[in-house]
């Protein structure tokens, strides 16, 4: 019999008869013949209605009361939506999540999932119960409770399926929620937007760590280390919803399947930090030791020596970066900036990985909306832009959009985002996301419910002997490491910063029929930008001249160097975001074999490096032996 657990967030049981239809909707999976798990949260504000109480007693609450407060809140709702399942005359019963032994590390607050056992959790369902759970919490190893962080019931219903498949049986996850599924961009912002009928993980991976904020991002990390077939639907309908599985045949052939918005980010900038091997580990490994999640590292080459390193933090943790990274930046004779607000458009696609010109068709699009870029990333499956937003200007309000009071905060920081929802919907226009495709309207496969995948497959392979060897369900996996060793890099130094400079610059390689791998750019002097990718080395001598050409005619001060023989490096996995170790562990390696890193380039699912193609081979052993890949 399968198991189907259904989670349903806090706006999907704010009131009586909302708990009533999660309970039909339990029922009906049963009476569809599986055994059924209901993973619940706070009935609508009661977590933050809960925080408020705490602010009025102190303003420094401990961290293992606050725990104990806050988990009050799913208590109420488990006891409720199973009180709701015996009236429809189902048998139900609830459990809090040191009940059923969630077990998590000690962090109070944000606390990480190590192991769920599932002995009470399948006596229950095969005594004929539909078992609800409540999200968010659990206990550390010396029964505490703990909870997971906000939004952390999405986590919980993944992390219990998981579990389950685990030992042994067959399951899906169903997330109920207020919205009819995943959309190729936020509705609220570009009204033409459209729901998708499918989406890989690693697309939603780098999609909702955009603020896409249909998903909480360390969910989507269970669901793709452990394969577990997700859908997202609406709480109040009965729409399919949105398939969340393995990335299929299919999805390569879209190049962008989403645009995502970020407004919550704040940019710092290291110039003239020295070119030598172990300065990266040495700047982010301090931040990762105060537990500061860098989201877009972007390392330019840096001309006489010298490199510039831009990256983005939360804007909550700003101050903190600020004050963690001055001592460092006196000690190496960089200088320290910070932006103003910064707002974050990227586009996503499994395509990506095959499909040429994405890049030039995005900085073509915000060129002719006049947009200026700041900095730029590229991964293997998403390129982010960094735009500037300019402090004064009015906030235009949509027509049809819910009051500002009722969205959340990340909503309302993109409100503001002027320049970025501009941004988003010319990029959402270029690529046609509007239309019908496959997965978005079109049938693609048949079904989009994943078979179970052949045990033969190696991707798999590796990601099932890597999640054998964690210790805790949690634990960053990374699972591959690759090397692609006959690459050249292009740097253009002194490149005016203005909207329109990157477009004009990959249209002239493109044309030439040259593929671009790596993309990385960052601002410089005041009013200068340095731009560097790289190409496969055999088109090096005719990039450089397209490169030059076209350079000539945006500005002759600008300067384009060429270097012929690097290697890019890049490291494939789950969680390599919101663990803060990843990079440092990666940059580490790299340092204690003294070899240098010349360009970095970060993703939700992969952290890529350029080094001298010499020292290729053994930075990719180097990295293997790190994260124990075979
Ligand atoms: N009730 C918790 C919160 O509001 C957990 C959740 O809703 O997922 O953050
Ligand atoms: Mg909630």
Same mark, same amino acid.
């Given at each position: 019999?399968?198991?189907?657990?259904?989670?349903?967030?806090?706006?999907?049981?704010?009131?009586?008869?909302?708990?009533?239809?999660?309970?039909?909707k339990?029922?009906?999976?049963?009476?569809g013949?599986?055994?059924?798990?209901?993973?619940?949260?706070?009935?609508?504000n009661?977590?933050?209605?809960?925080i408020?109480?705490?602010a009025?007693?102190?303003?420094?609450?401990?961290?293992?009361?606050?725990?104990?407060?806050?988990?009050?809140?799913?208590?109420?709702?488990?006891?409720l939506?199973?009180?709701?399942?015996?009236?429809?005359?189902?048998?139900?019963?609830?459990?809090?999540?040191p009940?059923?032994?969630?077990?998590?590390?000690?962090?109070h607050?944000?606390?990480?999932?190590?192991?769920?056992?599932?002995?009470?959790?399948?006596?229950?369902?095969?005594?004929?119960?539909?078992?609800?759970?409540?999200?968010?919490?659990?206990?550390?190893?010396?029964?505490?409770?703990?909870?997971?962080?906000?939004?952390?019931?999405?986590?919980t219903?993944v992390a219990v399926?998981?579990?389950?498949?685990?030992a042994?049986?067959?399951?899906?996850?169903?997330?109920?929620?207020?919205?009819?599924?995943?959309?190729?961009t936020?509705?609220?912002?570009?009204?033409?937007?459209r729901?998708?009928?499918?989406?890989?993980?690693?697309?939603?991976?780098?999609?909702?760590s955009?603020?896409?904020?249909?998903m909480?991002?360390?969910?989507?990390?269970?669901?793709?280390?452990?394969?577990?077939p997700l859908?997202?639907?609406?709480?109040?309908?009965?729409?399919?919803g949105?398939?969340?599985?393995?990335?299929?045949?299919w999805?390569?052939?879209?190049?962008v399947?989403?645009?995502?918005?970020?407004?919550?980010?704040?940019?710092?900038?290291?110039?003239?930090?020295?070119?030598?091997?172990?300065?990266?580990?040495?700047?982010?490994?301090e931040?990762?030791?105060?537990?500061?999640?860098?989201?877009?590292?972007?390392?330019? $080459?840096? !001309?006489?020596? /010298?490199?510039?390193?831009?990256?983005? #933090?939360?804007?909550a943790? &700003? =101050? +903190?970066?600020?004050?963690t990274?001055?001592?460092?930046?006196?000690?190496?004779?960089a200088?320290?900036r910070?932006?103003?607000?910064?707002?974050?458009?990227?586009?996503?696609?499994?395509?990506m990985?095959?499909?040429?010109?994405?890049?030039?068709?995005?900085f073509?699009?915000l060129?002719?909306?006049?947009?200026?870029?700041?900095?730029?990333?590229?991964?293997?499956?998403k390129?982010?832009?960094?735009?500037?937003?300019?402090?004064?200007a009015?906030?235009?309000?949509?027509?049809?959009?819910?009051?500002?009071?009722?969205?959340k905060?990340?909503?309302?920081?993109?409100?503001?985002?002027?320049?970025?929802?501009?941004?988003?919907r010319a990029?959402?226009?270029?690529?046609?996301?509007?239309q019908?495709?496959?997965?978005?309207?079109?049938? $693609?496969? !048949?079904s989009? /419910?994943?078979r179970?995948?052949?045990? #033969?497959?190696?991707?798999? &392979? =590796? +990601?099932?002997?890597?999640?054998?060897?964690?210790?805790?369900?949690?634990?960053?996996?990374?699972?591959?490491a690759?090397?692609?060793?006959?690459?050249?890099?292009i740097?253009?130094?002194?490149?005016?910063?203005?909207?329109?400079?990157?477009?004009?610059?990959?249209?002239?390689?493109?044309?030439g029929?040259?593929?671009?791998?790596?993309?990385?750019?960052?601002?410089?002097?005041?009013?200068?930008?340095?731009?560097?990718?790289?190409?496969?080395?055999?088109?090096?001598?005719?990039?450089?001249?397209?490169?030059?050409?076209?350079?000539?005619l945006?500005d002759?001060?600008?300067?384009?160097?060429?270097?012929?023989?690097?290697?890019?490096?890049?490291?494939?996995?789950?969680?390599?975001?919101?663990h803060?170790?990843?990079?440092?562990?990666?940059?580490?390696a790299?340092?204690?074999?003294?070899?240098?890193?010349?360009?970095?380039?970060?993703s939700?699912?992969?952290?890529?490096?350029?080094?001298?193609?010499?020292?290729?081979?053994e930075?990719?052993?180097?990295?293997?032996?790190?994260?124990r890949i075979?």
């Open positions: 019999m399968g198991v189907v657990v259904q989670k349903f967030g806090g706006s999907s049981l704010r009131d009586a008869d909302l708990v009533r239809e999660a309970a039909r339990a029922i009906r999976a049963k009476h013949g599986n055994q059924v798990i209901v993973v619940v949260s706070a009935q609508g009661t977590t933050d209605d809960l408020a109480k705490a009025e007693m102190t303003a420094r609450p401990s961290a293992r009361e606050m725990d104990m407060l806050l988990a009050t809140g799913e208590q109420i709702s488990i006891a939506t199973a009180m709701a399942i015996h009236d429809l005359g189902e048998k139900a019963v609830s459990f809090t999540g009940q059923i032994g969630i077990i998590t590390d000690d962090t607050r944000k606390a990480r999932i190590r192991g769920i056992e599932t002995a009470r959790l399948r006596k229950a369902l095969d005594a004929g119960n539909i078992v609800v759970l409540a999200g968010f919490q659990g206990m550390n190893r010396r029964e505490e409770i703990t909870t997971l962080g906000r939004g952390g019931s999405d986590t219903a399926a998981a579990a389950m498949k685990l042994g049986a067959d399951v899906e996850c169903e997330i109920y929620t207020d919205v009819d599924g995943v959309y190729t936020d509705p609220r912002v570009v009204p033409d937007a729901k998708m009928d499918a989406i890989s993980y690693d697309e939603m991976l780098e999609m909702a955009m603020g896409a904020g249909v909480h991002s360390r969910s989507i990390e269970f669901a793709k280390k452990f394969d577990v859908v997202v639907r609406n709480a109040r309908s009965d729409a399919p949105t398939w969340i599985v393995p990335e299929s045949d999805m390569r052939e879209i190049p399947c989403g645009v995502a918005l970020a407004a919550d980010e704040a940019r710092l900038v290291l110039e003239g930090v020295p070119d030598r091997p172990g300065v990266s580990h040495q700047i982010f490994a931040l990762a030791n105060v537990n500061i999640a860098v989201d877009m590292i972007a390392q330019s $080459a840096g !001309g006489g020596g /010298k490199a510039t390193i831009g990256f983005t #933090v939360l804007n943790e &700003r =101050d +903190r970066t600020l004050r990274l001055r001592p460092i930046a006196a000690d190496l004779g200088v320290l910070e932006t103003g607000r910064v707002t974050k458009v990227s586009v996503v696609g499994a395509g990985r095959t499909h040429t010109g994405v890049a030039e068709k995005m073509a699009a060129s002719a909306a006049g947009i200026n870029l700041k900095m730029i990333t590229t991964g293997d499956i390129i982010s832009v960094l735009i500037e937003e300019d402090e004064a009015p906030v235009p309000a949509e027509p049809g959009e819910p009051p500002a009071a009722k969205v905060q990340a909503h309302l920081d993109a409100q503001k985002a002027v320049l970025g929802r501009k941004a988003l990029v959402h226009a270029a690529f046609g996301l509007a019908p495709r496959k997965g978005a309207g079109v049938p $693609a496969d !048949g989009f /419910k994943p179970p995948a052949p045990l #033969v497959v190696p991707g798999v &392979r =590796d +990601r099932e002997a890597a999640v054998a060897r964690l210790e805790g369900m949690e634990d960053v996996l990374v699972s591959s690759q090397l692609n060793p006959d690459q050249s890099r740097t253009i130094l002194d490149l005016p910063d203005r909207p329109g400079n990157c477009s004009t610059v990959f249209n002239a390689v493109a044309t029929g040259i593929v671009v791998d790596m993309i990385v750019q960052n601002l410089t002097a005041p009013g200068k930008a340095e731009l560097s990718f790289t190409v496969p080395r055999a088109d090096l001598t005719r990039a450089l001249k397209r490169t030059q050409d076209v350079v000539r945006i002759p001060g600008c300067r384009v160097v060429g270097d012929g023989d690097v290697a890019v490096l890049f490291v494939l996995g789950v969680g390599m975001r919101t803060t170790g990843v990079a440092r562990g990666m940059f580490g790299l340092a204690d074999r003294g070899i240098n890193i010349n360009m970095i380039n970060t939700e699912v992969c952290v890529g490096v350029v080094v001298d193609a010499a020292r290729g081979e930075a990719l052993a180097c990295l293997k032996e790190a994260f075979e």
